[in-house]
């Protein structure tokens, strides 16, 4: 890569991942796609056009890369190009011409309420990271949480008095999620514990490893695989499985998509909407099992 195209790829960087806040996750992934563009195409300067897209994205759609890993590429491109026209490194945003391809929906995995219970009763209490994990799994269905949100989520944000836990979600928005009971007592007993793990006072998030340091989300998703397996019906489960079921079974029970939209922390209401036809596809369930016409 040329000295100019790393130095417009570290300032984009920089603008992604302090400037609107997004995810490592994300600022990772859009470095490592245009960082894949420049080493096909040559620049991320003068081979940035419509022409040159066109055909590196004909090319990966060739070696057998999936629609929605070519619509998360157009997502990429796009952003990058407006990028470049706002800071004045382009007066033309090459990428308007592309459009994504159509990706068929597909509805996330959820757990039914008594799989749940199965995954939760799987950790050893007697330990204290058993109750750890216990409490981790708890927060993920009783609030929804994102895995992230769960490992960065703070001591002093939990409310136990007030059954409730702020979260610093995507984008750096910031909302307060109410948990339920039953969930708030696993993290009462936990934060009795805490100390156990968290040798250094400047410890501040409410979950720590057995040496005392922050967790990340792979330590939650290694924590939810431990629990699933113990937990054969659950099978597959990860931790947005859990968020997935908390969202669902909200809606089930009839709660409001604007309220499931505010609890999981979406930005819009068109991706909470998906979890309506998960409510919708079991309504169909239960007419074709109940319904005397339903299985003719």
Known sequence: MQKDDRLILESFRDELLWGRGLSTLTVKAYVSQLNDFCLVTGSLGSDFNITTLREYL???????????????????????????????????????????????????????????????????LSTTKGLRDRAI???????????????????????????????????????????????????????????????????????????????????????VSAGVAGAARAAG???????????THLLNKGADIRTVQELLGHAGIGTTQIYTHLSTEKLKGVYMQSHPRGKK
């Open 58 to 124: 004909m090319k990966r759609a060739l070696g057998g890369l999936s629609p929605r890993s070519i619509s998360r590429m157009i997502s990429c491109f796009h952003t990058f190009s407006k990028w470049l026209v706002e800071t004045g490194r382009s007066e033309i945003d090459h990428s308007q011409l592309l459009q994504p391809p159509k990706v068929p929906v597909s509805l996330p995995g959820f757990l039914g309420i008594s799989e749940v219970k199965s995954v939760l009763g799987a950790f050893d």
């Open 137 to 223: 799994v708890e927060l993920l269905y009783g609030a929804g949480l994102r895995a992230a949100e769960a490992a960065s989520l703070l001591q002093v944000d939990t409310n136990i008095i007030g059954n409730s836990v702020k979260v610093m979600g995507k984008g750096r928005r910031e909302r307060i999620v109410p948990i339920p009971v039953g969930t708030t007592k696993y993290l009462a007993e936990w934060i009795k514990k805490r100390p156990e793990f968290a040798f250094d006072a400047g410890s501040v998030t409410l979950f720590v490893s057995v040496r005392g340091r922050k967790l990340d989300p792979r330590d939650i998703r290694r924590i």
């Open 237 to 247: 489960a990860t931790p947005h499985t859990f968020r997935h079921s908390f969202a």
